[in-house]
């Protein structure tokens, strides 16, 4: 019956031991600091279409700028929608494989000819920044960006 306070006695001792030391082994991280570190924090920084006005059968540039606030991060889908004032969309377009270190930012561009089937109007260019596998969303901008498109008449 004596045995069990010192049982207990080196259980607890143990355990505040090998804390700070695997701590202290690690560079002052713990596993659970590394898992928190681990997930990626994208944001759409900005996004920039030109020119704008435009007129169909011309050529846009649309570029957009990520952040990442934490460790790299690779094999991002960044999507591109446009859409009508009526929410009708109009292009939809990816760029697989984009990578970004932690604390940098990365550019994404794409370039499309304005279809003759456009009508006048204004359009919105949304972005989103998922995982590889689309299922995980990091990063969602419903309004990243517009453009006003003069239709032009044959």
């Known amino acids: 019956m004596h045995r069990r306070p010192y049982i207990l006695l080196i259980i607890l001792s143990a355990t505040l031991i ?15 600091s590394e898992a928190k570190a681990a997930a990626p924090r994208i944001s759409v920084v900005s996004t920039k279409v030109t020119p704008s006005p435009i007129s169909t059968l011309d050529v846009l540039t649309i570029g ?31 760029q697989r494989g984009v990578g970004i270190d932690g604390g940098e930012n990365q550019s994404v561009y794409w370039v499309w000819r304005i279809p003759g089937r456009l009508g006048s109007g ?7 920044v998922y995982g590889p596998d689309r299922t995980t969303l990091y990063a969602m901008d ?10 032009k008449t044959y």
Request: no cysteine.
């Open 64 to 94: 957009t700028t990520l952040k990442n606030n934490a460790q790299r991060v690779d094999d991002l889908y960044v999507e591109l929608k446009v859409r009508a004032e009526d929410g009708q969309e109009v292009l939809h377009a990816a």
């Open 122 to 128: 204004d359009y919105t260019v949304q972005i989103g």
């Open 18 to 32: 090998i804390a700070p030391l695997t701590a202290f082994l690690l560079g002052g991280r713990t596993m659970a």
């Open 142 to 151: 419903e309004t990243a960006g517009g453009f006003h498109v003069d239709a």
